[in-house]
Protein backbone atom coordinates (compact mmCIF):
# COMPACT_ATOMS: atom_id res chain seq x y z
CA UNK A 1 0.00 0.00 0.00
CA UNK A 2 1.28 3.38 -0.83
CA UNK A 3 1.82 5.84 1.83
CA UNK A 4 -0.70 8.56 1.97
CA UNK A 5 0.56 11.49 -0.64
CA UNK A 6 0.43 14.49 2.13
CA UNK A 7 3.60 13.05 3.74
CA UNK A 8 5.44 13.27 0.57
CA UNK A 9 6.44 15.86 -2.53
CA UNK A 10 6.96 13.24 -5.35
CA UNK A 11 9.37 14.97 -8.29
CA UNK A 12 8.39 14.49 -12.43
CA UNK A 13 11.47 12.57 -13.45
CA UNK A 14 11.68 9.18 -14.87
CA UNK A 15 14.00 6.76 -12.75
CA UNK A 16 14.66 3.28 -13.08
CA UNK A 17 16.45 1.26 -9.85
CA UNK A 18 19.98 -0.02 -10.74
CA UNK A 19 22.39 -2.26 -8.17
CA UNK A 20 24.71 0.21 -9.00
CA UNK A 21 22.55 3.13 -7.07
CA UNK A 22 19.99 0.87 -4.82
CA UNK A 23 23.18 -0.94 -2.96
CA UNK A 24 24.53 2.23 -1.94
CA UNK A 25 21.33 3.58 -0.08
CA UNK A 26 20.10 2.27 3.29
CA UNK A 27 17.27 -0.19 3.85
CA UNK A 28 14.28 2.55 3.12
CA UNK A 29 15.94 3.96 0.19
CA UNK A 30 14.59 2.07 -2.63
CA UNK A 31 10.84 2.24 -1.59
CA UNK A 32 11.49 6.23 -1.03
CA UNK A 33 13.18 6.44 -4.31
CA UNK A 34 10.41 4.80 -6.26
CA UNK A 35 7.65 6.71 -4.38
CA UNK A 36 9.48 9.74 -5.34
CA UNK A 37 9.74 9.23 -9.22
CA UNK A 38 6.41 7.27 -9.95
CA UNK A 39 3.77 8.05 -7.73
CA UNK A 40 1.52 10.89 -7.33
CA UNK A 41 1.25 11.93 -11.23
CA UNK A 42 -2.72 12.11 -11.69
CA UNK A 43 -3.13 9.78 -14.42
CA UNK A 44 -4.10 5.94 -15.48
CA UNK A 45 -0.63 5.86 -17.40
CA UNK A 46 1.63 6.92 -14.77
CA UNK A 47 -0.07 4.52 -12.09
CA UNK A 48 0.52 1.97 -14.26
CA UNK A 49 4.35 2.72 -14.47
CA UNK A 50 4.22 3.34 -11.33
CA UNK A 51 3.35 -0.43 -10.40
CA UNK A 52 5.29 -1.54 -13.01
CA UNK A 53 8.15 0.13 -11.07
CA UNK A 54 7.27 -0.65 -7.61
CA UNK A 55 7.16 -4.49 -8.79
CA UNK A 56 10.49 -4.52 -10.26
CA UNK A 57 12.11 -2.44 -7.29
CA UNK A 58 10.83 -5.05 -5.05
CA UNK A 59 12.00 -8.30 -7.11
CA UNK A 60 15.50 -6.14 -6.65
CA UNK A 61 15.19 -6.13 -3.53
CA UNK A 62 14.55 -9.29 -2.36
CA UNK A 63 16.72 -10.72 -4.87
CA UNK A 64 20.25 -8.53 -5.28
CA UNK A 65 20.35 -6.54 -2.56
CA UNK A 66 20.58 -9.06 0.11
CA UNK A 67 23.68 -11.49 -1.88
CA UNK A 68 25.19 -7.66 -2.45
CA UNK A 69 25.12 -7.12 1.22
CA UNK A 70 26.43 -10.48 2.13
CA UNK A 71 28.89 -10.47 -0.54
CA UNK A 72 30.25 -7.40 0.53
CA UNK A 73 30.88 -6.53 3.63
CA UNK A 74 34.05 -5.24 3.96
CA UNK A 75 33.04 -1.91 1.53
CA UNK A 76 30.45 -1.61 3.93
CA UNK A 77 32.38 -1.57 7.53
CA UNK A 78 34.56 0.78 5.72
CA UNK A 79 32.20 3.43 4.85
CA UNK A 80 30.59 2.51 8.37
CA UNK A 81 33.77 3.18 9.79
CA UNK A 82 34.28 6.68 7.81
CA UNK A 83 31.14 7.83 9.18
CA UNK A 84 30.77 6.55 13.08
CA UNK A 85 27.98 3.94 11.91
CA UNK A 86 29.52 0.32 12.73
CA UNK A 87 26.88 -2.18 13.33
CA UNK A 88 24.43 -0.95 10.79
CA UNK A 89 25.19 -1.93 7.78
CA UNK A 90 22.53 -0.01 5.70
CA UNK A 91 22.87 3.11 7.31
CA UNK A 92 26.13 3.13 6.86
CA UNK A 93 25.93 3.43 3.20
CA UNK A 94 24.98 6.65 3.20
CA UNK A 95 24.41 8.68 -0.14
CA UNK A 96 27.01 11.14 0.52
CA UNK A 97 29.58 8.68 0.61
CA UNK A 98 28.66 6.97 -2.60
CA UNK A 99 31.60 7.85 -5.88
CA UNK A 100 29.40 10.04 -7.73
CA UNK A 101 30.03 9.05 -11.33
CA UNK A 102 29.64 12.08 -13.98
CA UNK A 103 26.60 10.78 -15.41
CA UNK A 104 23.36 12.61 -16.58
CA UNK A 105 21.35 11.41 -13.40
CA UNK A 106 24.46 13.26 -11.13
CA UNK A 107 24.80 15.86 -13.03
CA UNK A 108 21.32 17.11 -12.76
CA UNK A 109 20.61 16.43 -9.31
CA UNK A 110 18.52 13.23 -9.47
CA UNK A 111 20.22 11.13 -6.24
CA UNK A 112 19.18 14.25 -4.62
CA UNK A 113 16.13 14.97 -5.62
CA UNK A 114 14.75 11.50 -5.00
CA UNK A 115 15.92 11.59 -1.42
CA UNK A 116 14.18 14.79 -0.75
CA UNK A 117 11.29 15.20 1.59
CA UNK A 118 10.77 11.22 1.95
CA UNK A 119 10.99 10.24 5.44
CA UNK A 120 8.45 11.83 8.14
CA UNK A 121 9.52 13.09 11.47
CA UNK A 122 8.81 10.71 13.97
CA UNK A 123 7.99 11.23 17.72
CA UNK A 124 10.34 8.74 18.48
CA UNK A 125 14.34 9.32 18.57
CA UNK A 126 14.82 8.04 15.08
CA UNK A 127 17.22 10.01 12.73
CA UNK A 128 16.35 11.13 9.50
CA UNK A 129 17.32 9.17 6.47
CA UNK A 130 20.83 10.95 5.77
CA UNK A 131 20.78 11.93 2.53
CA UNK A 132 22.88 14.18 -0.15
CA UNK A 133 21.97 17.38 2.21
CA UNK A 134 23.38 15.95 5.42
CA UNK A 135 27.04 15.27 5.59
CA UNK A 136 28.08 13.03 8.17
CA UNK A 137 30.03 14.26 11.50
CA UNK A 138 33.78 13.72 11.71
CA UNK A 139 33.70 10.75 14.75
CA UNK A 140 37.33 11.93 15.91
CA UNK A 141 38.73 10.95 19.18
CA UNK A 142 38.20 13.36 21.93
CA UNK A 143 41.51 14.51 22.90
CA UNK A 144 42.53 14.26 18.69
CA UNK A 145 39.95 17.18 18.20
CA UNK A 146 41.05 19.59 20.90
CA UNK A 147 44.84 18.77 20.26
CA UNK A 148 44.17 19.75 16.26
CA UNK A 149 42.12 22.65 16.92
CA UNK A 150 44.57 23.81 19.45
CA UNK A 151 47.76 23.41 17.09
CA UNK A 152 45.30 25.27 14.30
CA UNK A 153 44.49 28.25 16.69
CA UNK A 154 48.27 28.62 17.85
CA UNK A 155 49.56 30.89 15.25
CA UNK A 156 46.55 33.65 14.45
CA UNK A 157 46.73 33.47 18.38
CA UNK A 158 50.13 34.50 18.26
CA UNK A 159 49.59 37.01 15.88
CA UNK A 160 47.05 39.03 17.77
CA UNK A 161 49.47 38.04 21.01
CA UNK A 162 52.07 40.74 19.09
CA UNK A 163 49.66 42.86 17.79
CA UNK A 164 48.37 43.52 21.31
CA UNK A 165 52.23 43.72 23.06
CA UNK A 166 53.58 46.26 20.31
CA UNK A 167 50.81 48.42 20.37
CA UNK A 168 49.36 48.94 23.88
CA UNK A 169 51.62 51.05 25.82
CA UNK A 170 51.39 49.95 29.44
CA UNK A 171 48.48 51.64 31.92
CA UNK A 172 46.87 51.71 28.55
CA UNK A 173 43.95 49.47 26.52
CA UNK A 174 43.30 49.83 23.09
CA UNK A 175 38.96 50.23 23.95
CA UNK A 176 37.61 51.84 25.57
CA UNK A 177 34.92 49.11 27.33
CA UNK A 178 37.39 47.44 28.50
CA UNK A 179 38.11 49.34 31.58
CA UNK A 180 34.35 48.34 32.50
CA UNK A 181 34.04 45.07 31.72
CA UNK A 182 37.08 44.47 33.97
CA UNK A 183 35.51 46.48 36.66
CA UNK A 184 32.58 44.18 36.60
CA UNK A 185 34.71 41.77 36.46
CA UNK A 186 36.66 42.66 39.79
CA UNK A 187 33.53 43.10 41.36
CA UNK A 188 31.96 39.61 40.55
CA UNK A 189 29.52 38.02 41.52
CA UNK A 190 27.81 40.66 43.64
CA UNK A 191 28.65 43.88 41.47
CA UNK A 192 26.77 41.64 38.32
CA UNK A 193 24.22 40.23 39.91
CA UNK A 194 22.81 43.32 41.06
CA UNK A 195 19.00 45.08 40.48
CA UNK A 196 20.54 48.48 40.28
CA UNK A 197 23.76 50.42 39.39
CA UNK A 198 24.24 53.63 41.31
CA UNK A 199 27.17 54.14 39.80
CA UNK A 200 25.39 56.31 36.75
CA UNK A 201 22.42 58.53 38.19
CA UNK A 202 21.20 59.39 34.98
CA UNK A 203 20.82 56.22 33.59
CA UNK A 204 18.28 53.84 33.51
CA UNK A 205 20.80 51.40 35.00
CA UNK A 206 20.44 53.28 38.38
CA UNK A 207 16.92 52.02 39.31
CA UNK A 208 16.82 48.95 36.90
CA UNK A 209 20.19 47.23 35.63
CA UNK A 210 21.32 43.61 34.59
CA UNK A 211 24.46 42.25 33.56
CA UNK A 212 23.93 41.58 29.88
CA UNK A 213 27.75 40.13 29.76
CA UNK A 214 27.26 37.69 32.62
CA UNK A 215 29.28 35.06 31.57
CA UNK A 216 31.84 37.19 29.39
CA UNK A 217 32.40 38.59 33.16
CA UNK A 218 32.72 35.82 34.85
CA UNK A 219 35.30 34.56 32.57
CA UNK A 220 37.50 37.51 33.14
CA UNK A 221 36.90 36.97 37.09
CA UNK A 222 38.56 33.41 36.41
CA UNK A 223 41.29 34.64 34.40
CA UNK A 224 42.52 37.35 36.38
CA UNK A 225 42.37 35.44 39.94
CA UNK A 226 44.64 32.70 38.08
CA UNK A 227 46.86 35.90 36.76
CA UNK A 228 46.98 37.36 40.55
CA UNK A 229 47.86 33.61 41.66
CA UNK A 230 50.54 33.29 39.41
CA UNK A 231 52.05 36.53 40.21
CA UNK A 232 51.09 38.65 37.27
CA UNK A 233 50.28 42.31 37.67
CA UNK A 234 46.43 43.01 37.24
CA UNK A 235 46.89 46.25 35.65
CA UNK A 236 46.36 47.32 32.56
CA UNK A 237 46.82 46.24 29.49
CA UNK A 238 44.91 43.62 29.98
CA UNK A 239 46.95 40.94 27.79
CA UNK A 240 46.10 37.77 29.29
CA UNK A 241 41.97 37.87 29.10
CA UNK A 242 41.83 39.55 25.95
CA UNK A 243 43.80 36.51 24.45
CA UNK A 244 41.80 33.90 26.93
CA UNK A 245 38.83 34.67 24.77
CA UNK A 246 40.39 35.38 21.27
CA UNK A 247 42.07 31.91 22.35
CA UNK A 248 38.79 30.47 22.46
CA UNK A 249 37.17 31.77 19.63
CA UNK A 250 40.17 30.39 17.32
CA UNK A 251 39.89 27.25 19.38
CA UNK A 252 36.36 27.04 19.02
CA UNK A 253 36.03 27.81 15.46
CA UNK A 254 39.01 25.21 14.51
CA UNK A 255 36.68 22.77 16.54
CA UNK A 256 33.76 23.00 14.15
CA UNK A 257 35.75 22.85 11.17
CA UNK A 258 36.97 19.88 11.94
CA UNK A 259 33.67 18.35 13.29
CA UNK A 260 32.03 19.42 9.88
CA UNK A 261 35.17 17.88 8.17
CA UNK A 262 36.57 20.99 6.51
CA UNK A 263 39.31 20.06 4.68
CA UNK A 264 42.60 22.59 5.01
CA UNK A 265 41.63 23.69 8.64
CA UNK A 266 44.49 25.76 9.07
CA UNK A 267 43.99 28.08 5.98
CA UNK A 268 40.45 29.05 7.03
CA UNK A 269 41.73 29.69 10.60
CA UNK A 270 44.65 31.96 8.95
CA UNK A 271 41.46 33.27 6.52
CA UNK A 272 40.36 35.26 10.19
CA UNK A 273 43.46 37.33 10.58
CA UNK A 274 43.76 38.01 6.85
CA UNK A 275 40.67 38.63 5.38
CA UNK A 276 39.25 41.79 7.04
CA UNK A 277 41.62 44.79 8.74
CA UNK A 278 37.98 45.80 10.47
CA UNK A 279 37.53 42.25 12.10
CA UNK A 280 41.33 41.86 12.85
CA UNK A 281 41.05 44.92 15.09
CA UNK A 282 37.82 43.75 16.36
CA UNK A 283 39.43 40.28 17.38
CA UNK A 284 42.70 42.25 19.37
CA UNK A 285 39.74 43.86 21.97
CA UNK A 286 38.61 42.41 25.21
CA UNK A 287 35.03 43.02 24.88
CA UNK A 288 32.04 40.75 24.80
CA UNK A 289 31.65 40.11 21.37
CA UNK A 290 34.19 37.89 21.06
CA UNK A 291 32.23 35.43 23.20
CA UNK A 292 28.96 36.40 21.04
CA UNK A 293 31.41 35.43 18.11
CA UNK A 294 32.65 32.27 20.10
CA UNK A 295 28.40 31.36 20.86
CA UNK A 296 27.79 32.10 17.24
CA UNK A 297 30.09 29.49 15.69
CA UNK A 298 29.42 27.20 18.24
CA UNK A 299 25.30 27.22 17.91
CA UNK A 300 25.34 27.00 13.85
CA UNK A 301 27.53 23.67 14.86
CA UNK A 302 24.62 22.64 17.02
CA UNK A 303 21.50 23.54 14.64
CA UNK A 304 22.77 21.88 11.81
CA UNK A 305 23.42 18.57 13.85
CA UNK A 306 20.22 18.10 15.63
CA UNK A 307 18.19 15.50 12.93
CA UNK A 308 15.79 13.92 16.00
CA UNK A 309 13.49 15.20 18.23
CA UNK A 310 15.67 14.25 21.22
CA UNK A 311 18.08 16.39 20.34
CA UNK A 312 15.82 19.76 20.52
CA UNK A 313 16.92 20.61 23.63
CA UNK A 314 20.04 21.72 22.56
CA UNK A 315 18.31 24.50 20.82
CA UNK A 316 16.36 25.37 23.84
CA UNK A 317 19.84 25.38 25.82
CA UNK A 318 21.51 27.36 23.14
CA UNK A 319 19.13 30.37 23.34
CA UNK A 320 19.35 29.94 26.79
CA UNK A 321 22.72 30.58 27.67
CA UNK A 322 23.08 32.94 25.11
CA UNK A 323 20.91 36.18 26.88
CA UNK A 324 24.11 35.16 29.76
CA UNK A 325 26.86 35.70 27.06
CA UNK A 326 25.76 39.06 25.13
CA UNK A 327 23.52 41.60 24.82
CA UNK A 328 22.06 40.35 21.38
CA UNK A 329 21.40 37.09 22.24
CA UNK A 330 18.50 37.03 19.28
CA UNK A 331 21.10 36.88 16.89
CA UNK A 332 20.91 33.09 17.55
CA UNK A 333 17.49 33.01 15.11
CA UNK A 334 19.22 33.67 12.22
CA UNK A 335 21.21 30.32 11.83
CA UNK A 336 17.82 28.68 13.64
CA UNK A 337 15.91 30.13 10.93
CA UNK A 338 17.91 29.14 7.96
CA UNK A 339 17.80 25.66 9.61
CA UNK A 340 13.94 25.69 9.41
CA UNK A 341 14.17 26.76 5.89
CA UNK A 342 16.68 23.84 4.94
CA UNK A 343 14.38 21.27 6.40
CA UNK A 344 11.15 22.53 4.81
CA UNK A 345 12.73 22.97 1.33
CA UNK A 346 14.98 19.47 1.52
CA UNK A 347 12.22 17.32 3.77
CA UNK A 348 9.20 18.75 3.71
CA UNK A 349 9.09 18.56 7.43
CA UNK A 350 7.83 21.11 9.80
CA UNK A 351 10.78 19.78 11.90
CA UNK A 352 12.79 23.09 11.69
CA UNK A 353 9.99 24.64 12.57
CA UNK A 354 10.29 23.15 16.50
CA UNK A 355 13.88 23.75 16.50
CA UNK A 356 12.68 27.49 15.99
CA UNK A 357 10.46 27.36 18.65
CA UNK A 358 12.85 25.59 21.19
CA UNK A 359 15.29 28.27 20.07
CA UNK A 360 12.43 30.92 21.21
CA UNK A 361 11.52 29.41 24.03
CA UNK A 362 15.28 29.14 25.55
CA UNK A 363 15.84 32.79 24.91
CA UNK A 364 12.18 33.37 26.60
CA UNK A 365 13.14 31.00 29.56
CA UNK A 366 16.80 32.77 29.91
CA UNK A 367 15.17 36.08 30.07
CA UNK A 368 12.80 34.71 32.53
CA UNK A 369 14.30 32.70 34.95
CA UNK A 370 17.35 35.38 35.55
CA UNK A 371 18.23 36.33 39.10
CA UNK A 372 17.72 39.81 37.56
CA UNK A 373 13.90 39.58 36.10
CA UNK A 374 11.92 41.53 35.07
CA UNK A 375 15.02 44.57 34.01
CA UNK A 376 16.29 41.71 31.19
CA UNK A 377 13.23 42.46 28.84
CA UNK A 378 13.31 46.29 29.99
CA UNK A 379 16.64 46.63 29.10
CA UNK A 380 16.87 44.22 26.22
CA UNK A 381 13.99 45.76 24.47
CA UNK A 382 16.22 49.61 24.85
CA UNK A 383 19.53 47.84 23.54
CA UNK A 384 17.97 46.04 20.88
CA UNK A 385 15.25 47.12 19.47
CA UNK A 386 14.83 51.27 20.30
CA UNK A 387 18.67 51.29 19.57
CA UNK A 388 18.01 49.43 16.08
CA UNK A 389 15.08 52.15 15.19
CA UNK A 390 17.04 55.02 16.16
CA UNK A 391 19.88 53.81 13.57
CA UNK A 392 17.21 53.37 10.74
CA UNK A 393 15.21 56.42 11.80
CA UNK A 394 18.10 59.37 12.89
CA UNK A 395 15.74 60.85 15.08
CA UNK A 396 17.98 60.12 18.13
CA UNK A 397 19.62 62.85 19.48
CA UNK A 398 22.35 60.81 21.76
CA UNK A 399 25.48 60.01 19.55
CA UNK A 400 25.88 56.41 19.49
CA UNK A 401 29.32 54.44 19.26
CA UNK A 402 31.15 54.93 15.89
CA UNK A 403 31.45 51.23 15.74
CA UNK A 404 27.38 51.04 15.14
CA UNK A 405 27.46 53.97 12.19
CA UNK A 406 26.93 53.05 8.70
CA UNK A 407 30.37 52.10 7.10
CA UNK A 408 32.34 54.64 5.00
CA UNK A 409 33.32 54.31 1.24
CA UNK A 410 36.35 54.09 2.12
CA UNK A 411 35.77 51.59 4.66
CA UNK A 412 33.63 49.24 1.89
CA UNK A 413 37.16 49.34 -0.18
CA UNK A 414 39.44 48.72 2.87
CA UNK A 415 37.30 45.33 3.58
CA UNK A 416 36.04 45.05 -0.11
CA UNK A 417 37.03 40.92 0.43
CA UNK A 418 34.21 40.15 2.59
CA UNK A 419 31.56 41.06 0.13
CA UNK A 420 33.82 39.22 -2.98
CA UNK A 421 33.70 36.15 -0.41
CA UNK A 422 30.03 36.33 0.02
CA UNK A 423 29.68 37.13 -3.90
CA UNK A 424 32.35 33.62 -4.42
CA UNK A 425 30.38 31.71 -2.20
CA UNK A 426 26.78 32.21 -3.95
CA UNK A 427 27.99 31.71 -7.03
CA UNK A 428 29.73 28.23 -6.11
CA UNK A 429 26.21 27.18 -4.66
CA UNK A 430 24.58 28.42 -7.45
CA UNK A 431 26.77 26.29 -9.36
CA UNK A 432 26.16 22.94 -7.43
CA UNK A 433 22.11 23.14 -6.72
CA UNK A 434 20.80 26.02 -9.15
CA UNK A 435 17.61 27.57 -8.14
CA UNK A 436 17.37 24.75 -5.46
CA UNK A 437 20.02 25.85 -3.52
CA UNK A 438 17.75 25.35 0.19
CA UNK A 439 17.49 21.15 -0.86
CA UNK A 440 20.42 20.62 -2.86
CA UNK A 441 23.41 22.19 -0.64
CA UNK A 442 24.32 20.19 2.95
CA UNK A 443 22.32 22.01 5.66
CA UNK A 444 25.51 23.43 7.10
CA UNK A 445 26.53 24.85 4.16
CA UNK A 446 23.38 26.39 3.70
CA UNK A 447 23.03 27.53 7.38
CA UNK A 448 26.99 29.02 6.74
CA UNK A 449 25.96 30.64 3.79
CA UNK A 450 22.80 31.85 4.59
CA UNK A 451 23.94 33.67 8.23
CA UNK A 452 27.11 35.08 5.92
CA UNK A 453 24.10 36.86 3.75
CA UNK A 454 22.32 38.34 6.69
CA UNK A 455 25.39 40.05 8.17
CA UNK A 456 27.06 41.28 4.86
CA UNK A 457 23.73 42.81 4.15
CA UNK A 458 23.88 44.35 7.31
CA UNK A 459 27.37 45.78 6.53
CA UNK A 460 26.15 48.64 5.20
CA UNK A 461 23.58 49.54 8.17
CA UNK A 462 26.31 48.80 10.65
CA UNK A 463 30.28 48.45 10.65
CA UNK A 464 29.55 45.65 14.00
CA UNK A 465 28.02 43.29 11.06
CA UNK A 466 31.88 42.57 10.22
CA UNK A 467 32.12 40.84 13.74
CA UNK A 468 29.80 37.62 11.93
CA UNK A 469 29.68 38.30 8.41
CA UNK A 470 33.79 37.52 7.58
CA UNK A 471 33.64 34.25 10.14
CA UNK A 472 30.67 32.60 8.39
CA UNK A 473 31.82 33.46 4.87
CA UNK A 474 35.18 31.96 5.68
CA UNK A 475 32.70 28.79 7.11
CA UNK A 476 30.77 28.71 4.47
CA UNK A 477 33.41 28.43 1.85
CA UNK A 478 34.77 25.37 3.32
CA UNK A 479 32.11 23.86 3.68
CA UNK A 480 31.28 24.04 0.21
CA UNK A 481 34.93 23.00 -0.89
CA UNK A 482 34.39 19.97 1.28
CA UNK A 483 30.81 19.39 -0.70
CA UNK A 484 32.42 19.54 -3.95
CA UNK A 485 35.50 17.43 -3.41
CA UNK A 486 33.09 15.01 -2.05
CA UNK A 487 30.86 14.87 -5.43
CA UNK A 488 33.79 14.37 -7.13
CA UNK A 489 34.97 11.48 -4.87
CA UNK A 490 37.83 13.16 -4.55
CA UNK A 491 39.67 12.65 -1.19
CA UNK A 492 42.44 14.83 0.60
CA UNK A 493 45.64 13.60 -0.79
CA UNK A 494 48.15 12.58 1.37
CA UNK A 495 51.15 15.17 1.18
CA UNK A 496 54.90 14.68 1.56
CA UNK A 497 56.46 16.27 4.63
CA UNK A 498 58.19 18.45 1.73
CA UNK A 499 54.86 19.94 0.68
CA UNK A 500 53.43 20.29 4.27
CA UNK A 501 56.22 22.01 5.24
CA UNK A 502 56.05 24.26 2.26
CA UNK A 503 52.38 24.54 2.76
CA UNK A 504 53.13 25.67 6.38
CA UNK A 505 55.65 27.67 5.45
CA UNK A 506 53.79 29.68 2.93
CA UNK A 507 50.93 29.98 5.20
CA UNK A 508 53.53 31.56 8.17
CA UNK A 509 54.83 34.05 5.76
CA UNK A 510 51.54 35.24 4.70
CA UNK A 511 50.07 35.61 8.00
CA UNK A 512 53.61 37.87 8.92
CA UNK A 513 53.18 39.99 6.14
CA UNK A 514 49.48 40.26 7.33
CA UNK A 515 50.22 41.11 10.48
CA UNK A 516 53.04 43.61 10.12
CA UNK A 517 50.33 45.20 7.40
CA UNK A 518 47.69 45.46 10.17
CA UNK A 519 49.93 46.23 12.80
CA UNK A 520 51.39 49.67 11.07
CA UNK A 521 48.30 50.64 8.77
CA UNK A 522 44.97 49.56 10.77
CA UNK A 523 45.12 48.34 14.23
CA UNK A 524 44.09 50.62 16.83
CA UNK A 525 46.17 52.74 19.21
CA UNK A 526 46.33 52.50 23.29
CA UNK A 527 43.64 54.43 25.53
CA UNK A 528 45.29 56.16 27.79
CA UNK A 529 43.46 54.79 31.34
CA UNK A 530 42.99 57.78 34.14
CA UNK A 531 44.68 56.13 36.78
CA UNK A 532 46.11 59.58 37.94
CA UNK A 533 42.70 61.01 38.65
CA UNK A 534 41.73 58.23 40.52
CA UNK A 535 45.07 58.17 43.19
CA UNK A 536 43.24 61.96 43.35
CA UNK A 537 39.97 61.97 43.96
CA UNK A 538 40.58 58.97 46.74
CA UNK A 539 42.56 61.76 48.48
CA UNK A 540 40.19 65.20 47.62
CA UNK A 541 36.63 63.52 47.36
CA UNK A 542 34.69 61.91 49.54
CA UNK A 543 33.42 58.66 48.37
CA UNK A 544 29.86 58.66 46.81
CA UNK A 545 30.33 62.41 44.68
CA UNK A 546 28.53 62.92 42.00
CA UNK A 547 30.98 63.40 38.69
CA UNK A 548 29.42 64.56 35.58
CA UNK A 549 30.71 62.92 32.45
CA UNK A 550 29.63 64.89 29.12
CA UNK A 551 31.26 62.33 27.51
CA UNK A 552 29.73 58.71 27.93
CA UNK A 553 32.65 56.90 26.53
CA UNK A 554 34.67 58.56 29.62
CA UNK A 555 32.38 56.31 31.99
CA UNK A 556 34.71 52.73 31.47
CA UNK A 557 37.95 54.52 32.47
CA UNK A 558 36.23 56.53 35.24
CA UNK A 559 34.54 53.43 36.58
CA UNK A 560 37.77 51.78 36.37
CA UNK A 561 40.13 53.99 38.46
CA UNK A 562 37.30 55.74 40.70
CA UNK A 563 34.59 53.28 41.68
CA UNK A 564 33.99 54.71 45.22
CA UNK A 565 31.99 57.76 42.88
CA UNK A 566 28.81 58.07 40.71
CA UNK A 567 28.58 59.22 37.23
CA UNK A 568 26.17 60.54 35.00
CA UNK A 569 26.01 58.18 32.09
CA UNK A 570 27.61 55.31 30.55
CA UNK A 571 26.79 52.21 28.18
CA UNK A 572 24.85 52.39 26.53
CA UNK A 573 24.13 56.10 25.97
CA UNK A 574 20.01 55.19 25.01
CA UNK A 575 20.13 53.82 28.64
CA UNK A 576 20.46 58.03 29.59
CA UNK A 577 18.41 58.84 26.96
CA UNK A 578 15.36 56.77 28.18
CA UNK A 579 15.46 57.66 31.36
CA UNK A 580 15.62 61.55 30.64
CA UNK A 581 15.90 62.41 27.06
CA UNK A 582 15.79 66.02 27.39
CA UNK A 583 19.00 66.08 30.12
CA UNK A 584 20.33 63.72 27.70
CA UNK A 585 20.13 65.66 24.53
CA UNK A 586 21.69 68.66 26.00
CA UNK A 587 24.89 66.47 27.76
CA UNK A 588 25.16 65.40 23.68
CA UNK A 589 24.90 69.11 22.51
CA UNK A 590 27.82 70.26 25.01
CA UNK A 591 29.67 67.22 23.87
CA UNK A 592 29.23 68.28 20.36
CA UNK A 593 29.74 71.99 20.76
CA UNK A 594 26.79 73.26 20.02
CA UNK A 595 25.86 74.55 23.32
CA UNK A 596 28.00 76.26 26.28
CA UNK A 597 25.43 75.93 29.77
CA UNK A 598 26.30 78.32 32.51
CA UNK A 599 27.23 76.89 35.85
CA UNK A 600 23.93 76.73 37.03
CA UNK A 601 22.53 75.49 34.07
CA UNK A 602 25.09 72.45 33.74
CA UNK A 603 24.59 71.79 37.85
CA UNK A 604 20.87 71.88 37.30
CA UNK A 605 20.99 69.24 34.53
CA UNK A 606 23.21 66.99 35.66
CA UNK A 607 22.65 67.16 39.46
CA UNK A 608 26.75 66.72 40.19
CA UNK A 609 29.16 69.08 41.90
CA UNK A 610 32.15 68.14 39.43
CA UNK A 611 32.42 67.49 35.95
CA UNK A 612 35.13 65.60 34.52
CA UNK A 613 36.44 65.69 30.52
CA UNK A 614 39.42 63.41 29.57
CA UNK A 615 42.03 64.64 26.74
CA UNK A 616 39.49 63.47 24.14
CA UNK A 617 37.55 66.29 24.91
CA UNK A 618 40.40 69.20 24.93
CA UNK A 619 37.91 71.22 22.46
CA UNK A 620 35.08 72.08 25.44
CA UNK A 621 37.73 72.27 27.71
CA UNK A 622 38.44 76.18 26.41
CA UNK A 623 34.79 77.07 26.83
CA UNK A 624 33.71 76.45 30.40
CA UNK A 625 36.26 78.99 32.33
CA UNK A 626 34.16 81.48 30.58
CA UNK A 627 31.13 80.05 31.85
CA UNK A 628 32.32 80.08 35.53
CA UNK A 629 33.66 76.60 36.28
CA UNK A 630 37.02 76.05 38.09
CA UNK A 631 39.39 73.54 37.34
CA UNK A 632 40.62 71.79 40.24
CA UNK A 633 42.30 69.37 38.61
CA UNK A 634 44.66 68.80 35.41
CA UNK A 635 46.56 66.03 34.58
CA UNK A 636 47.30 64.10 31.38
CA UNK A 637 44.34 62.09 31.77
CA UNK A 638 41.54 64.95 31.46
CA UNK A 639 39.91 67.87 33.85
CA UNK A 640 37.89 67.98 36.75
CA UNK A 641 35.92 71.02 37.11
CA UNK A 642 34.01 72.15 40.09
CA UNK A 643 30.54 73.38 39.39
CA UNK A 644 29.96 74.74 43.09
CA UNK A 645 29.45 78.23 44.04
CA UNK A 646 31.93 79.79 46.43
CA UNK A 647 28.47 80.33 48.79
CA UNK A 648 27.21 76.49 48.34
CA UNK A 649 28.80 74.43 50.52
CA UNK A 650 26.49 70.96 49.87
CA UNK A 651 26.35 68.88 46.56
CA UNK A 652 23.42 69.24 44.82
Avoid at 53 to 73: E, H, I, N, Y
Wanted: charged share 15%.
Amino acid sequence: MLPPRRQYRPQLTKFAPTPAILSGMDCNACGIRYIACGYGQGAVRKLAQCAYCFAQCCVFMLTSVPRAAASAPVAQLDRASASGAEGHRFESCRAYHLPFQPDSSTQHGYLTQGLRGNVPIESSSQSICPSLTEPPIARLNVLEMIIRAAAAAALPLAIVAVCRFTSIPPQSENAFDSFYHVAMADGFPARCLSRTFPYTTMSIWEQHFYDKELLFHAGIAAVRSLSRAIGMSAAPPFHLPALAFVGAFFWVFNLVSIRRRLPLTIVWTALLVILSPALFDRLGVLRPHLLGMTMMVAGSHILASISRSTQLWQAAALGYVMVFSYSQPHFVLIPAIIAALHWAAAHRTRFGVQIVMLTVFGLVAGMIIHPQFPNTVMLWKIQCVDVVAGIISGETTVALGQELAAPSPGWLMQNGLVFILAVLNFVLMYQTGGYRILYRCSRDTVIFTGTQAVFTAGLFLSMRCIEYAAPFGILALGAIVRDRLTKMAVRSPRTTKIQRRMVASGVVVALAIAATYYTSSHYRRGAVTIGSFGNWAGQNIPPGTKIANPYWSDFPMLFYSGVRYRYSWGLDPMFGYRRDPEAASKMALFANGKWTPSVDEMRHVTGARYMFISSYGKPRVDALPWAGARCVYHGSDGWLFDLRDDNQKSDR
